[in-house]
């Protein structure tokens, strides 16, 4: 069909999509043309056409920053430890859960542990300052003094936060994805179980053999959604949480604060769209790479 | 469809031994404490005296109680009372609009005798996969459109989500028989008529679904407040409850500032660590009062979702 034939045949169909493509233009594509202002010497007097090229230049400065290695290595570590985390522990829970006989309960509990993921970051971070708060928080005036332990100053320790950090996305998380792999369990057919215990196969054995095999078309997807996004972190929960507190930098720092702290609160340009289209690029190209691995291991599991 | 849940007890000779059920019940038992307690001793430092708390730090069971707290935000509730106006304004906009236009834009794309499909699909999922970062994006609203402080900036960077376009476009694919919209064709209904009158009413399960998920984004949302917004006037719930943590955060830790509001005949006595927390809980209060109704309609969604298409 001639693409006039099309147009006058489907024309609703191009009214309906437009304010959706306006939309995306102005959110999404519009922003993708502007990684050029990485290569820019950017000012405001001139604007974002006028203002001179500048080449790699403002590359050249990150990466003489020693935040370039931080922020690169916080996203990357972090991430890869929540993507751990997602997985094995909602997957342990739903696989508990599928064996409690009370199914009141059971529900009971997933409705429980589904509450943190209504809660937004900035609620979170009050919930964990109640708990760490240096003067009246519940760790420095009650858990730390029962135990016959010095106070801590939580929020100027920076070696605790690798551990806080992935303990409340843990916390935040795992009652949305218990809900997704215990969907996945529910959907397996009984016979396998019945035929499992005939031939006397042990609970674990079940586990193992059964149940993680015939989920892991939702295992691999949920992974492969979060593994293309491994160079975006959390940025709630990286900004709201920590407080701001720059002593925390060092293990709280990660690309998307960088980049929000350099141009909102520094007003570096150069630097912050720098950093960002990095972050762009090198997660475009994992999505990539993520994608074909599991393309070939096995052509149904793959996202595209 | 049910929610999903345990159907292992169809197989008795498979049971778990009782040890290892009960170590499974105290265990699940364990970890609900482990959500509720975070949410309940904010509670409590928010009902608890100031001076308690000083004294005695946040206690889930304090030596006196007291609803200054409440008493000292109600005093000025104007501010609360304007930023959840603007929560519920945008919570309710963005997310009708945005079920809409996502809707309009997955009906073409779910339909294999447009022969654009393709393209426009790719168009939408590609968004999933490459953006420009937060500089070009901050410029276009901010130089190219200029929304900043402005209540649409807190709307429109939501409104699509290319994940529950392709949600919809797979129900649409999957669920509304071919046979229907021919015949309905034949009948004479144009394109716009068949997708209200036909597709709309059979796809009321995603439609709630991802309202649902929009409704929260919404809602919770406080990084556009953050980058986009200065005044007062357009603040939510969300972005006030952060700046209540700074400002008191800074009053309290500047007493400069303390003494040029008590200079200025201002009072400075207030019950800043119960403030802080009795904030949160006016801020907490529709979600708590809202999740376990909607708890189930998510698990519901998730499990729409979660199937691959």
Redesign the interface.
């Known amino acids: 069909?001639a693409t006039l034939q099309?147009l006058r045949k489907?024309w609703?169909?191009y009214v309906?999509?437009l304010?959706?493509?306006v939309?995306?233009l102005?959110?999404?594509?519009?922003?993708?043309?502007?990684?050029l202002?990485a290569f820019k010497n950017i000012n405001y007097a001139d604007g974002?056409l006028g203002s001179p090229w500048s080449g790699l230049r403002n590359f050249e400065y990150l990466f003489k920053t020693k935040d370039a290695w931080i922020i690169t290595r916080n996203t990357l570590l972090y991430n890869a430890g929540f993507i751990a985390l997602n997985l094995i522990v909602p997957l342990a829970?739903a696989i508990?859960?599928?064996?409690?006989?009370s199914?009141f309960?059971?529900?009971?509990?997933?409705?429980?542990?589904?509450?943190?993921?209504?809660?937004?970051?900035?609620?979170i971070?009050?919930?964990?300052?109640?708990?760490m708060?240096d003067?009246?928080?519940?760790l420095?005036?009650?858990v730390l003094p029962m135990l016959g332990m010095e106070q801590i100053k939580w929020y100027f320790t920076k070696e605790v936060w690798p551990y806080v950090l992935p303990l409340v996305n843990t916390?935040k998380w795992v009652?949305?994805y218990t809900?997704?792999y215990?969907?996945?369990?529910?959907g397996i057919d009984?016979e396998y179980?019945?035929a499992?215990?005939i031939d006397g196969a042990s609970?674990w054995k079940?586990i193992t053999s059964i149940t993680i095999p015939l989920i892991m078309?939702?295992i691999v997807?949920m992974t492969l959604l979060q593994i293309?996004r491994i160079f975006n972190a959390d940025?709630?929960l990286f900004f709201?949480v920590p407080?701001e507190s720059g002593v925390l930098f060092p293990v709280t720092n990660v690309i998307?604060t960088y980049?929000?702290r350099t141009?909102?609160t520094v007003g570096d340009?150069g630097l912050?769209?720098a950093a960002?289209?990095l972050?762009?690029v090198v997660?475009?190209a994992l999505?990539f790479l993520s994608n074909w691995v599991v393309r070939r291991i096995n052509k149904d599991n793959a996202l595209? | 469809m049910e929610a999903p849940m345990a159907p292992s007890a169809s197989n008795p000779k498979n049971k778990l031994s009782r040890p290892a059920a009960l170590a499974i019940h105290l265990f699940f038992a364990m970890y609900s404490l482990l959500c509720i307690i975070p949410v309940l001793l904010i509670v409590m430092v928010s009902i608890s005296d100031e001076a308690t708390v000083v004294r005695e730090g946040y206690q889930f069971f304090p030596s006196a109680f007291s609803v200054d707290a409440y008493a000292f935000l109600f005093e000025d509730a104007r501010q609360i009372v304007r930023s959840y106006g603007i929560s519920i304004f945008v919570t309710v906009t963005g997310t009708l609009l945005s079920l809409i236009i996502m809707a309009l834009y997955a009906y073409p794309i779910s339909r294999s005798d447009f022969p654009h499909a393709k393209p426009f699909t790719f168009f939408v999922f590609f968004t999933m996969l490459f953006g420009g970062g937060l500089v070009p994006w901050y410029l276009v609203y901010v130089q190219m459109l200029g929304l900043k402080d402005n209540i649409w900036s807190l709307i429109l960077p939501l409104m699509i989500s290319a994940f529950f376009v392709l949600i919809m476009r797979t129900f649409f694919i999957t669920t509304i028989p071919t046979a229907v919209l021919e015949s309905a064709k034949i009948d004479g209904a144009g394109e716009l008529v068949i997708f209200a009158r036909i597709v709309l009413p059979l796809s009321l399960p995603v439609l709630a679904t991802v309202a649902l998920f929009q409704t929260l984004t919404y809602w919770n949302d406080w990084f556009l407040s953050l980058v986009f917004i200065t005044k007062d006037a357009n603040i939510t719930v969300q972005y006030l409850m952060y700046k209540t943590m700074l400002n008191i955060q800074f009053l309290a830790n500047n007493s400069t500032a303390a003494a040029a509001i008590a200079a200025a005949g201002g009072t400075f006595k207030f019950p800043s660590e119960t403030v802080r927390m009795a904030m949160v809980i006016v801020g907490i209060g529709p979600i708590i009062f809202a999740y376990p109704f909607f708890q189930k309609y998510f698990v519901k969604g998730l499990t729409v979702g979660a199937v691959k298409g």
């Not at chain 1, 997933?110 to 609620?123: A, C, D, E, K």
């Open positions: 069909m099309i489907y609703m169909f309906m999509m304010p959706a493509i939309i995306l102005v959110n999404n594509y519009i922003p993708m043309f502007g990684i202002i974002f829970f508990m859960l599928n064996e409690m006989r199914r309960m059971a529900k009971l509990h997933q409705t429980i542990m589904f509450l943190p993921y209504f809660l937004s970051m900035v609620v971070s009050y919930l964990a300052f109640a708990f708060s003067e009246h928080g519940f420095n005036k009650t916390w009652g949305y809900v997704i215990m969907a996945a369990i529910i009984e179980y019945e499992a215990t609970k079940q078309p939702v997807i293309g940025f709630g709201q407080r998307d980049v929000y141009f909102l340009i912050s769209s960002g289209l972050q762009s997660g475009f999505v595209f």
